[in-house]
């Protein structure tokens, strides 16, 4: 591993700083803390920290020592000067001659001596800094040192490794007692440059940001050449199936099977999202004959207990042809996976005063043969788990290769999984209705698509926004921002169908929720309308929906989680308007499509619902269709985007919003809800 240090660079951080009254040493305590977040073999999601011990004035303008470290679960890699809270190091280093600090007392700490109250609350790592006299302090769960320290002989190893160079502290969970333990270590020997903390990480000392810095490169350089000498081959394969199951297919699979109903509601399902991750190395450690043993033996560093749970969930080898077989063993290995961590919380729970189990669902998947899934209540939580899962499979790989894989127990990776600083790197979570549900939006680059998908990634679901044009449907989800993913597709095209809902499984992991919104209308007095014309409109306005339906069902049918469709059937399907036929007619046979859905899914908890609109800005009513419209029947615009019983112009926000009222009415089905304003000649009797 090379250093990344650019002196020029440094330079700059300092000038750039400097006008905004930053300190040159905070200024390169931010250059180069970025260096170490931003190099994932070095810090992932939150794990690890740096700090500086520096003066900064308090209230009464008196000039006080601080320690100014990393804010938990602060990004390393994009840290400002504000994701370094100043604590007063004083009192901090006072709490060194405290025998014990009980949990309450533990949770005081990080908020205690903040010189801003406002601040964010420093690493969980904070006073292990403040023992040490070191001015820069790095420190990294860097993956070659994990693989060297995850063994029953680390301590022997990193004196061979890193010449006496690292002090050793055993394992002891992060917090007051490793604190004192890792300063009793350091002042046996105050020569060391940094310390080996057994099966956690790495930290460097310096008296400057650079020497912190390129001492932690060349430590970990150290991990890496010793990595690459007497390794033994890993892993000794397993026997596959011949044909192995796409990734996608197997994914709706998977997500039902780690779907845990809901404790209060009936039929409301707490789904996770996947993020789906294969390679040469991932496919070597899920195909191990020993899988199971050197998988589940614990996690690599602890805090990763907190994103990926203790151990991982591993199913068999999924079969071309035999997805059936694949479900009801994936199902079973899903339940005992509960069971067993069930288990583990009723063992280890009185270890935490007040603790309250997480829900029981796995946070990784390993597929022999497919690779692995990181699994999250939304998409960003899936991307960290798969991330976390990766490094594990890296440590893993490296430590097996070297030796045994050794972990923690789990006793201590509960105390930590359950530790409540630990968890607030997780920060507050709202938890919003749709949270975890993937919805595709067909036609979301027009005004009603769009609104949809808004209001549905609003309401916490992963949108997939489809439309023919994929400029427009791009433009949209820009806008939405998150996860919010775009598609071409053409809807009156099988194939295109197809491959947008694989691409949304390939994204998400599955589909809950399809609003077939995608429409268009043809006119024609119907005596006379060429039969192309109502052909093409029954394309689109028919059986495009029957398509979207279809692609729909067959995932939510794999995932039997139940599911929701959505069409955007309109009121010509009820009330005919003049010379409108080649439009009214296919919305009309659609609208038995949603009741014909409702009746043959209804079992399997896949209810069909329909909105109503009329009168709706889009690019099916333009500017120039309301304009003559409207002079047609010597009325002003306003008059006749107003004309209906509330007097009220109807907006595609009110068709959305219709939308989402029918995906959270967990009972209704064949519903016909009518967006218009009121038109008693659309009303449904
Ligand atoms: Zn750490």
Not at 337 to 357: L, N, Q, S
Not at 430 to 437: D, E, H, M, R, S
Not at 577 to 595: D, E, H, S, W
Request: with cysteine; glycine share 8%.
């Amino acid at each position: 591993m090379k250093s990344a240090w650019v002196e020029r660079d440094a330079k700059e951080a300092v000038d750039r700083y400097g006008k905004a009254g930053v300190a040159a040493d905070l200024a390169l305590r931010i250059y180069s803390t970025r260096l170490l977040g931003r190099d994932p073999r070095l810090v992932l999601h939150g794990g690890g920290n740096s700090s500086l011990k520096t003066k900064a004035r308090d209230l009464a303008g008196e000039e006080v020592a601080v320690l100014r470290v990393k804010g938990s679960g602060a990004d390393m890699g994009a840290i400002e000067p504000a994701g370094f809270p100043a604590v007063r190091l004083e009192p901090l280093r006072a709490l060194r001659a405290r025998k014990k600090l009980s949990d309450d007392e533990m949770a005081r700490v990080p908020r205690a001596y903040l010189i801003d109250p406002q601040a964010p609350s420093p690493s969980v790592e904070m006073l292990l800094h403040a023992f040490m006299p070191a001015k820069y302090i790095d420190h990294t769960h860097a993956t070659a040192v994990l693989s060297l320290i995850d063994q029953p002989n680390a301590a022997a190893l990193c004196v061979q490794v890193f010449s006496g160079r690292l002090g050793f502290v055993p394992y002891i969970m992060p917090g007051f007692g490793l604190a004192k333990k890792a300063a009793e270590v350091f002042e046996k020997n105050p020569k060391v440059e940094g310390l080996i903390l057994d099966k956690h990480g790495i930290f460097t000392f310096g008296a400057d940001a650079r020497e912190a810095y390129e001492r932690m490169i060349a430590f970990v350089t150290r991990a890496e050449n010793r990595l690459k000498k007497n390794r033994k081959a890993v892993f000794a394969g397993t026997k596959l199936p011949q044909q192995i199951a796409p990734a996608i297919e197997v994914a709706p699979i998977l997500r039902g099977a780690c779907t845990l109903l809901d404790a209060g509601g009936e039929g409301a399902h707490q789904r996770p999202i996947l993020e789906f991750r294969a390679s040469d190395a991932i496919l070597n450690f899920v195909n191990g004959k020993d899988v199971a043993r050197y998988a589940c033996a614990g996690v690599v560093t602890p805090d990763h207990v907190i994103r990926s749970k203790p151990w991982p969930l591993i199913v068999p080898a999924p079969q071309v042809g035999k997805l059936d077989a694949f479900k009801s063993a994936a199902l079973k290995a899903a339940q005992k996976f509960i069971d067993d961590y069930k288990a583990y919380f009723a063992r280890h729970k009185a270890r935490t005063k007040g603790a309250v189990m997480h829900d029981a669902a796995p946070r990784v998947v390993l597929v022999p043969g497919v690779g692995l899934f990181g699994l999250g209540a939304s998409k960003r939580d899936a991307i960290i788990a798969a991330d976390i899962a990766q490094a594990a499979v890296a440590g893993i790989t490296d430590a097996e290769a070297i030796g045994r894989f050794t972990s923690i127990s789990q006793a201590d990776m509960f105390d930590c999984e359950y530790w409540p600083l630990e968890l607030a790197k997780l920060g507050a979570r709202q938890v919003l209705p749709l949270a975890g549900q993937v919805a595709v939006i067909t036609g979301a680059g027009g005004a009603i698509g769009a609104a949809t998908a808004s209001a549905f990634a609003a309401a916490g679901a992963e949108v997939a926004l489809l439309d023919v044009d994929a400029k427009a449907a791009r433009e949209k989800a820009k806008t939405i921002g998150g996860n919010a993913i775009a598609l071409k597709c053409d809807v009156t095209d099988a194939a295109s169908v197809r491959d947008a809902f694989a691409r949304v499984v390939a994204t998400f992991g599955g589909v809950d929720i399809a609003i077939s919104n995608a429409g268009a209308a043809w006119q024609g007095r119907i005596g006379e309308v060429d039969e192309a014309v109502l052909r093409k409109s029954f394309e689109l306005n028919f059986f495009a929906h029957q398509k979207v339906a279809q692609a729909a069902v067959k995932i939510m049918l794999a995932q039997g989680t139940g599911g929701c469709l959505l069409f955007n059937v309109s009121k010509q399907a009820v009330n005919p308007g003049v010379n409108f036929g080649p439009y009214g007619l296919p919305k009309a046979a659609t609208l038995f499509l949603v009741r014909q859905y409702a009746l043959d899914y209804g079992a399997d908890g896949i209810r069909a619902n329909a909105v109503n609109a009329d009168r709706i800005r889009s690019g099916l009513l333009t500017s120039d269709f309301i304009r003559q419209r409207a002079k047609a029947r010597g009325v002003s615009e306003n008059d006749y985007m107003t004309g209906n019983l509330l007097g009220r112009e109807v907006t595609a926000q009110d068709v959305a919003q219709a939308f989402l009222a029918q995906a959270l009415a967990l009972k209704t089905t064949a519903d016909v809800t009518t967006v218009d304003g009121g038109n008693i000649a659309a009303a449904l009797r």
